[in-house]
Every structure is written in C-alpha cells, then in structure tokens.
C-alpha cells in the first residue's frame, strides 16, 4: 500500500513523456543504480541462487565477476553514444543509422526477450509466495501485478526508481535475516568445517570443457562478461535507469556501481544457501525450493513477514520496471508518440502489466533453475541486439539490407550452437561474431564489386 500510494502521489509530476519515461534526467546515480541491481536480480535470486548453493557450491559467483568487467565496458563504449544522441530509447540509435525498420526489428526483439524473460520471473514470485503462505499462484500473480500496475501506471519512471531503492534495501536484508539465523544455532567453527569438507565454498572452478560447462572459469567470466554487455548495453530496462541521471558521468557511475553491488548480492544469498545446507544436513530438498522451505521451517513470524515482503518487493521491482520499459519501447519506437499524450502512455502501462501476468499464469515451470531458464531466453536474443549496436560503431557497415542479414544469422546461428549442446554462456558471444562476420564479409563483397 505505501508503494501504490507513493506512485499515486506522483501521479501530477509527470508532464511529458520524458517525464514518464526517463524522470526527465533529474534523479541521483545511486538511485539509479540501486534500481538496476533491483531490476536485473529480482525474485529469482532469493529462490534460484541459494538453491544453486545448496545443490552445488559458490561456482555462480564468476558470473558477477564478469558482470563488472562487462559493465565497465557498456560505460565506456555504449552510455557515451546514447548520451550524445541525446535519444530517450535506446533504439533509436539504431534508427538514425539504419532506419526505422532497424529501430522497429531492435526494439521489437527487446519486446519480446522482455515479456518471456520476466513473465519467468513474475512465476518465480509465484512459487515462493505459495510456498510461504500457500496462496494460490494465480492469486498471487494477480495480486501483485494489479498493485504494481498502480504505481507504475501513476507515477512513472520517477516513482519505480524510488521504490526500486527500497525494495533493493528490503530483500538484500531478508538475505541476511537468514544469515543471522542460521549462524546463531551453530558454531561458527564447525559450519566452515562442514562447507570446507564438502567443497561447498568453491568459487573458481577449472574443470570441463568451457564451450559445454558453463560454470568453468573461462567460459562464466567471458560469459558473464559479454551477457553484462548486452543485457546492460542493449537491453532498454536496463540503460533506462542510466538515462534518468543528469549526466554521462553520474550514469557511468550508476552502472559500474551495480555490477560491485550484484557481486555482494549473490554472494549473500549464496551464502545463505550453504548455511541452508548444513542446517538441513543436506537433506535432499525440491529444486528451488530450499530458501523458502527454511523460512516455513525456522524463520519467526515476525521476520517471515519481513522476508515475505523482500519477496513481493524484488518481484515489483522486475515487473515495474519492465512494464515501463516495454511502454517506452511501443510509445517511441513503433507509436511515435507525442510527447503530451500522458493517456496513451499510461494505457500502454496498463496493457503490458496485463500480459505479463498472463505469461506468468500460464508458464510451467519445467524441470532447471529458474534463474538458469531465465539467463537462457535472454541469451537467444541479445546476441543479435549487441550485434547492431556494434554495427552503429563500425563506420563501413551501412548497408541496412545487409545488417538485416547479418541479424537474421546471429538469431538463427543461436539454435544451432544450442543444438550442439554449446553452453549458454556463450550464446551471446558466438552469436554476436556470427552476425558480425556477415555483415562485414557482405559489405567487403559489396565494395569490391562496385
């Protein structure tokens, strides 16, 4: 209630779309960068990483490590052509040098990856709030996305972000909620013993192929890397929150800082999974299921209710920011949408909440991690995204009929590198070269034939 209220009270701040969509370039860097970290990590981390934990050791963490690396990169590569263009949506980066079927092909690819990626996660809510308080799924997808709708549809881009930072703050401490529980019922000496026997702090792992093993070094920290570059250099949820800061250097900031504070992250909710671990004696748990079966079994009413709210928290924060950015993406790049016409703009919100939670009702949740499933629908699609941003920065490659192509390989190339049981932490990569290599081998061909 205090969120909806919150949305609702900013309800006349909003006058433009600017204003809607990017705060009008007025909020502080580390809100922004409290909302990517709030944005990006969602429900999936309370239930899906202290399970990886559980199930395995701390191997997960190089992914964050290369998160960093990647980030870097987006600050000093991408943020720069997005803060010259001056542009509201990403894609229309695209668009000024490929035009508007390119702008269109871009955002619509990002439509798509968003609504699959986060009705995932909205279902990963789902799971965990039945398993609390043994609500209805459906119940508790509709009760949520209706309040998120709210505040989202009132207050825009303003409103997320504040309540995004809070929410932040909220679930980060119901990982450490279950820290202090856990560490208080045992001796510090003999939990470490325990993990240390049974190799369950290990974080570097050398072993496998790295092309078929995605948590082997090489493979988690390129990977991790170039899926930052995409995910939080070409995925508009994500560069939204760097466009609302006054200037390049505050949105540089913001996106470095949230690749230090997703490493912290993890490794708390990774940590907290090992301490689930021994508590259990290792008793064999449901998949995913590991975090809130110990907060049915141990956590006090007073503090379940703290990490409940953790829970639905993290969850409006994914679908807040989502909705708003898929209506960024329609309103600018498809609708062309004037910049007073604040109706339409909300009515936009008001749909894409509505089809996320269908996507979230009518999911199965399978049989992997759900945060694994999630990593995996985004990696189809940004190879092809990062490829035509790339594009942007090549100054021979111009011809659109060309990088259409070039496109159409890097998603198709995808599926196959999938087929051969290539892991996903490579997908963006190989991908991204594929359609790169097109590109480029056409337009030499071109060239020399003129």
Known sequence: MVFIFFGLSNYNSNNSLKDFFIGNRELPWYLSMFSIVATETSVLTFISVPGLAYRGDWTFLQLPIGYI?????????????????????????????FG?????????????TRVLAD??????????????????IHFSVLLIGICTIIYSFSGGI?????????????????????????????????????????????????SGNPFFHSMNFVSAILGGAIFSIASHGTDYMMVQRCLACPDLKSAKKAMI??????????????FAGSLIYVFYN?????????????????????????ILAGVISAAMSTLSSSINSLSSTVAIDWLKTKSNQLFKIRSLTIFWGIVLMLIAIVFDEGDEAIVL???????????????LFLATKITFIRNSKILLIAFITSLASVFIFDQLKISWTWLVFLSTIVGLTVSIVFETFIKKNE
């Open 282 to 306: 290792g008793m064999q748990i449901q998949k995913d299921r590991e975090f809130s079966q110990f907060i049915i079994d141990s956590v006090p009413i007073g503090l379940k209710g703290v």
């Open 119 to 136: 009705g995932i996660r909205f279902l990963a809510t789902a799971v965990i709030i039945q398993a609390i308080t043994s609500w209805d």
């Open 373 to 387: 499933v999630g990593f995996k629908i985004a990696s189809y699609t940004y190879g092809g995204l990062l490829m």
């Open 69 to 97: 690396l990647g980030r870097v990169i987006v600050a000093q590569v991408l943020l720069p052509l997005y803060y010259n263009e001056g542009v509201i949506s990403i894609y229309e980066v695209v668009g000024n040098k």
């Open 100 to 112: 508007q079927k390119m702008q269109k092909l871009s955002s619509g690819l990002f439509l798509v």
């Open 158 to 206: 303003k409103s997320i972000i504040w309540i995004d930072a809070l929410q932040f703050i909220i679930y980060f401490f119901s990982g450490l909620i279950v820290i202090f529980i856990v560490l208080n019922k045992f001796n510090y000496q003999n939990i470490f013993n325990i993990l240390a026997q049974e190799n369950k702090t290990t974080i570097f792992d050398f």
């Open 257 to 270: 800082g949230s690749g230090f504070f997703v490493f912290v992250q993890f490794f708390i909710f990774l």
